[in-house]
């Protein structure tokens, strides 16, 4: 899998446009790497984080460009969500989208 996603408030998603790169939500810093969620994990990410948040933004992240920085770690139930263990660069994000979902509820991705 080459991509993975990273849920940002707006605020986040402006500091990463403005600065060129995100260190890190609080949960992030206090982890010491930045989560990230497989398409299919994005929706119950937001769900339970993210509950009852509005101005929320999804972007997409190349995992590629971030080589030996992300490391796939098990988590909720065991399965494996990708962390990235350095800063993530703009250059990394291939594209970002308001949080929107479909007709059943599913978070759409960029």
Do not use: C, N
Not at 84 to 93: E, G, H, T
């Amino acid at each position: 899998m080459t991509t993975a996603y990273k849920v940002l408030t707006g605020e986040q998603m402006a500091v990463l446009l403005r600065d060129g790169v995100f260190l890190g939500a609080p949960i992030d810093l206090a982890d010491g790497y930045i989560h990230l969620s497989a398409a299919e994990q994005v929706t119950e990410t937001v769900d339970k984080h993210f509950a009852g948040q509005t101005g929320l933004h999804v972007a997409a992240v190349d995992l590629a460009a971030l080589s030996d920085a992300v490391r796939w770690e098990p988590s909720r139930g065991g399965q494996l969500f990708p962390h990235v263990y350095a800063a993530l660069p703009l250059s990394a994000i291939t594209g970002h989208r308001p949080l929107a979902r479909d007709a059943d509820g599913a978070v759409l991705l960029p």
